[in-house]
């Protein structure tokens, strides 16, 4: 980091934080993103984005927020590799805790987004990233022409689950309903596909296996009660996300599954405090609300800057 003290800081380097940055550094505001891994939250493992705008072929999302991120130091915003571990909101002047030190704003941007949900069920935790995983970009290599389950019905399942088949030999996706959530278009796809196969109003109850990996998945009928055994290498789980709100206990007001309380200037329960993307009450997590999130909250931030300092 350059300095201690800024105009604004950004906790998340995600579609929301780096497009808050790039609104805010253009403001000529000094911005500090802090991320404690790679920039580009989520989307970074998503083989192909095709709905968002400008992009008629699609594109990666690697590559996407590669863009992004050099849109965002093009104007001068500051990134830099560092956990927050605690912060202090509630004066004027807002105190961040890293890793490596302290730093402190007039404004605060929270874009810190969410992360896979678990099953809860026997053996998740003891085969993950030995069979388990919540990334096919990053793990389908391994299964190459081997059997997979997938559990989701939503979007990120769907589509996953179609990039898995150019690895795989076959991907059971299981669903507890009998029709999925996604989006008509990649369901049509996944149904044209011979290599998903749909395992309709079913639970996983436990992944099983051996010291080699994972082996079978166990999985139930909730209509029927029936209870059966999948045999296959690996278990990919795509329900739904966690925000990433842990450190954020007693800061700001938070909703009952923990997103962070926002309005539709992105204004927290805090003055000067600010919530953009997945990590919001928002009822869409996509990368294109992300950014217009991140847009209205550095929009509101320099504003409540240059009207409170």
Not at 166 to 189: G, M, N, P, Y
Not at 198 to 210: A, C, D, F, T, Y
């Amino acid at each position: 980091m350059k300095k201690t003290e800024y105009d604004l800081v950004i906790v998340g380097a995600g579609p929301a934080g780096l497009s808050a940055a790039i609104y805010s550094a253009r403001a000529r505001l000094s911005v500090l993103v802090l991320e404690e891994a790679a920039p580009g939250g989520q989307i970074l493992v998503t083989d192909l984005v095709e709905n968002y705008p400008g992009f008629p072929e699609g594109i990666s999302g690697a590559e996407l927020m590669m863009k992004i991120s050099e849109q965002a130091q093009r104007f001068d915003a500051e990134i830099a590799t560092e956990e927050v571990t605690g912060l202090d909101l509630s004066g004027p002047v807002k105190k961040l805790r890293l890793s490596g030190g302290e730093v402190s704003a007039r404004a605060v941007i929270l874009a810190t987004g969410a992360s896979p949900r678990k099953l809860g069920i026997p053996g998740e935790d003891r085969y993950y990233g030995q069979g388990v995983s919540t990334c096919a970009t990053c793990d389908a290599p391994f299964f190459k022409d081997a059997a997979v389950a997938a559990v989701g019905g939503g979007d990120t399942a769907v589509q996953e689950s179609l990039f898995l088949t150019r690895f795989v030999d076959k991907v059971h996706l299981i669903h507890r309903r009998d029709q999925l959530r996604a989006t008509r278009i990649l369901q049509e796809r996944a149904f044209a596909n011979d290599k998903i196969e749909m395992v309709w109003n079913s639970i996983p109850l436990e992944v099983k296996g051996g010291d080699a990996g994972v082996e079978s998945v166990s999985v139930k009928n909730v209509k029927t009660g029936e209870e059966s055994d999948l045999k296959v290498s690996g278990c990919f789980i795509w329900v739904g996300v966690t925000p990433n709100t842990a450190f954020l206990q007693g800061a700001v007001d938070l909703d009952e599954n923990g997103f962070i309380r926002a309005d539709q200037r992105m204004q927290t329960s805090v003055p000067g405090v600010y919530a953009a993307g997945d990590v919001r009450n928002t009822p869409l997590r996509q990368v294109v609300t992300a950014v217009g999130d991140g847009a209205v909250a550095a929009t509101e931030a320099s504003h409540y800057i240059e009207n409170s300092f």
